[in-house]
T-cell receptor, first 115, second 112 residues
Framework: NAGVTQTPKFQVLKTGQSMTLQCAQDMNHEYMSWYRQDPGMGLRLIHY???????DQGEVPNGYNVSRSTTEDFPLRLLSAAPSQTSVYFCASREGTGVGNTEAFFGQGTRLTVV | GEDVEQSLFLSVREGDSSVINCTYT??????LYWYKQEPGAGLQLLTY?????DMKQDQRLTVLLNKKDKHLSLRIADTQTGDSAIYFCAEPGGTGFQKLVFGTGTRLLVSP
């Protein structure tokens, strides 16, 4: 059971380039999300999805797009990379949002540098 | 909105107890979490506590919840060098619990 898999682990982009961060989970979880982690700021929610075909914005959605065509995959797209998007990105999944669905499983992270 | 605050650093000697503190703002939170992040890794759920509990103990970990003061703490007994990591406090956020609201994280450094 692989859990949550993110690729790539590291990426350097030039300002203005676009790219897609991949996230896949094999636990049949309905809920998936993307966070970014910046020093001294904890993790902030970018976008989330409560099921295939359903996505919504989190706290810091500007500059990012998501889609959820399957239960397993939840890619994050950077449309035109900016230095402010230099961060570590984490994908997470959870079985659901009800009481008892307490544990979120996190991927290993993608360290993105925009120069 | 929800807000979670933690101190940034804690340094202890091996064998001592560590206490990591957290304050939160949403009194309606049904449960609160502690996550651990080891260097270069993702976050791993360490433990959680339901809001109707004051204390939860799990081996070397003790979680204390003071709902009146909205204060959560994580005590690690007999701290080991392998406990060196960043510890995040988190609470559910948004209507319907769409997200986790994380604190800034406390970096615990355990010296031999």
């Amino acid at each position: 059971n692989a859990g949550v898999t993110q690729t790539p682990k590291f990426q350097v982009l030039k300002t203005g380039q676009s790219m897609t961060l991949q996230c896949a989970q094999d636990m049949n979880h309905e809920y998936m999300s993307w966070y970014r982690q910046d020093p001294g700021m904890g993790l902030r929610l970018i976008h989330y999805s409560v099921g295939a075909g359903i996505t919504d914005q989190g706290e810091v959605p500007n500059g990012y797009n998501v889609s959820r065509s399957t239960t397993e995959d939840f890619p994050l797209r950077l449309l035109s990379a900016a230095p402010s998007q230099t961060s570590v990105y984490f994908c997470a999944s959870r079985e659901g949002t009800g009481v008892g669905n307490t544990e979120a499983f996190f991927g290993q992270g993608t360290r993105l540098t925009v120069v | 909105g929800e807000d979670v605050e933690q101190s940034l650093f804690l340094s202890v000697r091996e064998g001592d107890s560590s206490v990591i503190n957290c304050t939160y703002t949403d009194s309606s939170s049904t449960y609160l979490y502690w996550y651990k992040q080891e260097p270069g890794a993702g976050l791993q759920l360490l433990t959680y506590i339901f809001s109707n509990m004051d204390m939860k103990q799990d081996q070397r970990l003790t979680v204390l919840l003071n709902k009146k003061d909205k204060h959560l703490s994580l005590r690690i007994a007999d701290t080991q060098t392998g406990d060196s990591a960043i510890y995040f406090c988190a609470e559910p956020g948004g209507t319907g619990f769409q997200k986790l609201v994380f604190g800034t994280g406390t970096r615990l450094l355990v010296s031999p």
